[in-house]
């Protein structure tokens, strides 16, 4: 396979935009395609300042290395969660973080759980459930919480996270399965601030997996390659072993599911009512951010309760 624009040997072959790239041009056309998404959807400028939710995988650190080569002004989040599981997922992953931001001059916001709310994310299912359960409902909680408060206290225009195409059509699936229309008025490429909750953007969501992998392989960007030990037996890996499944016998379809979604909701479907975009939210007495609940938020209730066992 040779590449089309050089006739080098090719390094990738997407056979849904029916495109074979050496190295070189595909490290130019993945970066190409960041910044026309980012126009596209109108994500953020050059003029504001971007904070980048880091885990230490390929999709977050390929994105900050991204936005660093056209030189937005992106700083790094990274929350330390407390996953250790025998493997030391958490602290390799800050690790991979702190490299990276070092070797670049880049400042990294580093935000502890424990040392924050005195348990870890796995400490505080533990106590609150005292049965093995898995952590992922309490984790996605205080990562959106906890990205939210820093990029709002720090002043951040935008927030932005790696999510990639295959994460976006394994969400997008599950939501499809029993119609949940409050989630699909929130899926967008970007979600516009709104008082107390800061912007949120999305410039991988339409590149495949396997092309971010490619850019942080290419790129030699030194990344954690095991997943987080809880997301093994997952309902979302199991979504995008069938869409791996349904893409390997028509190339593309990830992206058309996807794409037709979003077309979609640009004419008008799936998009919030009236009396939805009237509707007044709370302020969490304990952490000051907006809630639907009358009193705490989900998260705040959630830390006190773990603290008070
Ligand atoms: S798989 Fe790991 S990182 Fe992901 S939500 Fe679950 S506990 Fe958190
Ligand atoms: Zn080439
Ligand atoms: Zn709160």
Not at 103 to 125: A, F, K, M
Not at 202 to 223: G, W
Request: aromatic share 10%; with cysteine; hydrophobic share 35%.
């Amino acid at each position: 396979m040779r590449c089309r624009k050089c006739g080098e040997k090719a390094a990738i072959n997407m056979r849904h935009h029916r495109l074979a790239l050496c190295k070189e041009h595909y490290l130019d056309w993945f970066i190409a395609q960041t910044e026309r998404f980012i126009q596209k959807y109108k994500m953020f400028t050059h003029q504001e300042r971007i904070l980048v939710a880091v885990s230490g995988g390929k999709d977050s650190l390929a994105l900050w290395d991204v936005l660093h080569r056209l030189e937005y002004q992106a700083d790094g989040l990274y929350l330390g969660l407390g996953i250790d599981e025998g493997v030391n997922y958490s602290d390799e992953s800050r690790q991979m973080c702190e490299i990276f931001a070092a070797e670049r001059s880049l400042t990294l916001h580093t935000i502890d759980i424990q040392e924050n709310y005195g348990n870890s994310i796995p400490g505080i299912v533990e106590k609150l459930h005292r049965v093995q359960k898995k952590p992922c409902s309490v984790c996605g909680l205080a990562k959106r919480h906890e990205l939210n408060r820093i990029a709002h206290e720090q002043g951040y225009d935008a927030l932005v996270t790696g999510h990639n195409l295959d994460d976006e059509v394994a969400v997008l699936f599950a939501n499809t399965l029993n119609w949940s229309a409050e989630h699909l008025v929130r899926q967008e490429p970007v979600l516009p601030g709104t008082s107390g909750f800061t912007r949120k953007a999305k410039p991988f969501c339409r590149f495949y997996e396997r092309e971010t992998a490619a850019y942080a392989l290419l790129r030699n960007i030194e990344y954690i390659y095991e997943e987080c030990p809880y997301s093994s037996g997952s309902t979302t890996l199991a979504y995008k072993e069938m869409w791996n499944q349904l893409e390997n016998q028509k190339p593309g379809t990830k992206l058309n599911y996807y794409l037709s979604f979003i077309h979609a909701k640009e004419k008008g479907l799936f998009a919030w009512t009236q009396a939805e975009k009237l509707q007044g939210l709370n302020v969490c007495p304990g952490c000051g951010q907006p809630t639907t609940s009358a009193g705490l938020c989900t998260f705040c209730r959630t830390v006190q309760q773990a603290a008070a066992v």
